[in-house]
């Protein structure tokens, strides 16, 4: 497929999906504007709105109990390469602690908030839905230059570099490759030869940081998408799009407007999808 000329267009902020809504954001001027498209008596609705963000009490117990959760899985991960590393005389332990000190310091702490998500988003079908058809009708956005037909944004893949939970891979990416070089027996490495098999290590996985394919590690927060999901997608696209130029051309009068309303994004919906 050849890619459309590389013309100029309004770039989206970030995106947000529910289980049945999809909401665009964009920040003009220091401002956040949104525009939700959701379900309405079968069938799609949109408003346009200046974004808030609110916290909520059982949301943030919600968030507390899948961090819980997501500490335990990677202790879990740290005493079995323990036990390897003692009972198999490897390197395992070491290249362990090793990519969870990365994670901590580079990714800061992307294998907490991955493991984190996972649990939260992994049941959640509609949501997974939603959140492939804002993909796909993005990067059909930031392929052709302009706003696809549902027809054209089914051709394009659910997954991107952009979105959070795909960013949020890259300490797992870490995680692999350290355990995999970690499965050498170390009674036959000297120290010349760890620094090697780390670098080996290093260099793949700089590979698929540059072709962008730790985004695959994001598949738990994604689902096929229906037809009319897409389209929802689409609507949520051409209106944002179109307040934006607006909000552009006349900030004052937007802002005048009694029809634009104040939209408070919950603390779970606050998870951004993608972001430019």
Known sequence: MEKANDSKILRVNGAIATDNSITLITKVNGKWYATRAKENNGAIAYENCKAKIEDNDDLIIDEMKSRTISAISIFVIVVLAYQIAVVFKNLMFATIVTALCI??????????????NFWKIIHKKERRRMHAATHKVLNAY??????????????????????????????????????????????????????????????????IFRLGLYKFASWYSLKKPTRHQISMAIVALEEHLELIKKVKEDEDCILGDEKIKDIFISYEEATTIWVN
């Open 103 to 116: 994670d901590s310091v580079v990714w800061k702490g992307s294998i907490l908030k991955y493991f984190n």
């Open 142 to 207: 930031e392929f052709l230059k302009s706003v696809p037909n549902t027809d054209e944004a089914k051709k394009y893949s659910s997954f991107t570099e952009n979105c959070d939970d795909a960013k949020n891979s890259l300490g797992i990416v870490t995680l692999l490759f350290m355990f995999m070089a970690g499965w050498i027996d170390g009674r036959f490495i000297t120290p010349e030869k760890t620094l090697m098999v780390y670098g080996i290590a290093l260099i793949v996985y700089a590979v």
